[in-house]
C-alpha cells in the first residue's frame, strides 16, 4: 500500500492556504488514517490522509463537520479539503492539548469530573439530529456506506471479527468471545428495543483533546453512531480499564446520564465486548509499518478485566 509522502502534504497545503510551512510530523496514534503536524508561519494546522483504496471516514468528516458545528459541538476549525486529490485530504485547525488518554494520569479528580460532564453534554446535543433508517457508524444519512438492520446486528458483526482475529493472531483465548457472547444471550430482548439514536462513538480517551486540564474540543469525527449510545461510555470504560487508570472519569459520566442499575449492567456487557476488540487489536497493522503493540501489562489487565465485568452482567 502507498503511503503519503512529505511533497503530497505540502501539495495539499499550497493550494488551500498561503503560509509557508516549517515542519511537519506524523502523529503515530492512527489506525485508518495518515495524520500530519503541520507548523507554519500562522497557526499550527492538522493534515489528514487517505490512502485511495482506503478513503473511508474522510467523506463522512465532511459531511457531518457542520451539522455537528451547528449543534456547538467543538470541532477545530476546517481549512479545506479535497476528496477527489491523489490521497483524499482535509486541513484543520491544531488544536492546542493531547488526547485525553494522555493526559488522564496527571488530571485532578475535579477536572475528570468535569471533563465527563462536557462529554455528557456533547453527547446529549449529538441526540437531537434524527434518527436514522440504518444501525452502525454511518457517514450520511442518505446513502451509508456499511448499514446495519438492528443494533444486535452491530453487535455480532463485532463479535464476529473479533473471534477471527483472536484466533489468527493467537495471543489471546478466543473462549473470550464465546463467554461475551453467552452473557449476551439475555439481553436480546433490549438489544431489540434499541432505536437508531445517534451519538459520537469515539468520543473516548483518544480524540478528546484536553489542555491545561480542560477541553479543548473534538477531533476526528468520520461518522455518527446510530443505536445505543451506553456503547461509547463502555468503549471509554474499557479504554481506561486497560490502561491501568482510575474510572472517576466514567463514574461521573454514569452519573451524568443518570443511568440505572439495569443500564449499568448493559454497560458493563458493552465494556466486555470492547474488552474482546481490544484483544482482537493487539498483533494487527492497520496503516503502519509494524503491529499494535501488547505489553504483558495490557494483555494482564484485558485478561483481569473480563471476568470482573463478566461478573457485573
Given at each position: 500500500?502507498?503511503?503519503?509522502?512529505?511533497?503530497?502534504?505540502?501539495?495539499a497545503?499550497?493550494?488551500?492556504?498561503?503560509?509557508?510551512?516549517?515542519?511537519?510530523?506524523?502523529?503515530?496514534?492512527?489506525?485508518?488514517?495518515?495524520?500530519?503536524?503541520?507548523?507554519?508561519?500562522?497557526?499550527?494546522?492538522?493534515?489528514?490522509?487517505?490512502?485511495?483504496?482506503?478513503?473511508?471516514?474522510?467523506?463522512?468528516?465532511?459531511?457531518?463537520?457542520?451539522?455537528?458545528?451547528?449543534?456547538?459541538?467543538?470541532?477545530?476549525a476546517?481549512?479545506?479539503?479535497?476528496?477527489?486529490?491523489?490521497?483524499?485530504y482535509?486541513i484543520?485547525?491544531?488544536?492546542?492539548?493531547?488526547?485525553?488518554?494522555?493526559?488522564?494520569?496527571?488530571?485532578?479528580?475535579?477536572?475528570?469530573?468535569?471533563?465527563?460532564?462536557?462529554?455528557?453534554?456533547?453527547?446529549?446535543?449529538?441526540?437531537?439530529?434524527?434518527?436514522?433508517?440504518?444501525?452502525?457508524?454511518?457517514?450520511?444519512?442518505?446513502?451509508?456506506?456499511?448499514?446495519?438492520?438492528?443494533?444486535?446486528?452491530?453487535l455480532?458483526?463485532?463479535?464476529?471479527?473479533?473471534?477471527?482475529?483472536?484466533?489468527?493472531?493467537?495471543?489471546?483465548?478466543?473462549?473470550?468471545?464465546?463467554?461475551?457472547?453467552?452473557?449476551?444471550?439475555?439481553?436480546?430482548?433490549?438489544?431489540?428495543?434499541?432505536?437508531?439514536?445517534?451519538f459520537?462513538?469515539?468520543?473516548?480517551?483518544?480524540?478528546?483533546?484536553?489542555?491545561g486540564?480542560?477541553?479543548?474540543?473534538?477531533?476526528?469525527?468520520?461518522?455518527?453512531?446510530?443505536?445505543?449510545?451506553?456503547?461509547?461510555?463502555?468503549?471509554?470504560?474499557?479504554?481506561?480499564?486497560?490502561?491501568?487508570?482510575?474510572?472517576?472519569?466514567?463514574?461521573?459520566?454514569?452519573?451524568?446520564w443518570?443511568?440505572?442499575e439495569?443500564?449499568?449492567?448493559?454497560?458493563?456487557?458493552?465494556?466486555?465486548?470492547?474488552?474482546?476488540?481490544?484483544?482482537?487489536?493487539?498483533?494487527?497493522?492497520?496503516?503502519?509499518?509494524?503491529?499494535?503493540?501488547?505489553?504483558?501489562?495490557?494483555?494482564d489487565?484485558?485478561?483481569?478485566?473480563?471476568p470482573?465485568?463478566?461478573?457485573?452482567?
Amino acid at each position: 500500500m502507498n503511503e503519503p509522502k512529505t511533497s503530497d502534504v505540502l501539495r495539499a497545503l499550497r493550494a488551500n492556504i498561503s503560509v509557508r510551512a516549517h515542519s511537519i510530523r506524523r502523529f503515530q496514534t492512527g489506525l485508518a488514517h495518515y495524520v500530519y503536524e503541520v507548523m507554519t508561519d500562522g497557526d499550527p494546522l492538522v493534515v489528514r490522509m487517505a490512502n485511495p483504496g482506503r478513503k473511508h471516514g474522510l467523506p463522512g468528516a465532511i459531511y457531518w463537520y457542520q451539522r455537528l458545528k451547528d449543534l456547538g459541538v467543538p470541532l477545530p476549525a476546517l481549512i479545506g479539503h479535497d476528496l477527489n486529490a491523489p490521497f483524499p485530504y482535509m486541513i484543520l485547525e491544531r488544536l492546542p492539548g493531547r488526547d485525553l488518554g494522555a493526559v488522564y494520569a496527571s488530571l485532578t479528580r475535579p477536572q475528570k469530573k468535569n471533563l465527563a460532564a462536557e462529554i455528557v453534554d456533547i453527547q446529549d446535543r449529538v441526540a437531537a439530529l434524527p434518527q436514522a433508517a440504518h444501525y452502525g457508524w454511518l457517514d450520511e444519512y442518505e446513502n451509508p456506506s456499511k448499514p446495519f438492520p438492528n443494533w444486535r446486528a452491530v453487535l455480532e458483526s463485532g463479535l464476529v471479527e473479533a473471534h477471527e482475529y483472536i484466533v489468527q493472531i493467537g495471543i489471546f483465548q478466543p473462549e473470550w468471545v464465546v463467554r461475551v457472547r453467552a452473557a449476551s444471550a439475555a439481553y436480546e430482548s433490549y438489544f431489540d428495543e434499541v432505536a437508531p439514536a445517534p451519538f459520537l462513538d469515539d468520543t473516548t480517551t483518544k480524540n478528546v483533546i484536553v489542555h491545561g486540564g480542560k477541553l479543548s474540543g473534538i477531533v476526528d469525527v468520520d461518522n455518527v453512531c446510530f443505536g445505543d449510545r451506553l456503547y461509547v461510555l463502555a468503549l471509554t470504560h474499557m479504554s481506561l480499564l486497560a490502561s491501568g487508570h482510575d474510572t472517576i472519569y466514567i463514574d461521573a459520566w454514569v452519573e451524568g446520564w443518570d443511568l440505572n442499575e439495569f443500564k449499568l449492567r448493559v454497560m458493563n456487557l458493552y465494556t466486555a465486548m470492547h474488552g474482546v476488540y481490544f484483544m482482537s487489536e493487539i498483533g494487527r497493522t492497520f496503516n503502519k509499518n509494524r503491529p499494535e503493540a501488547g505489553n504483558k501489562e495490557t494483555v494482564d489487565r484485558l485478561n483481569a478485566a473480563l471476568p470482573m465485568l463478566l461478573d457485573r452482567v
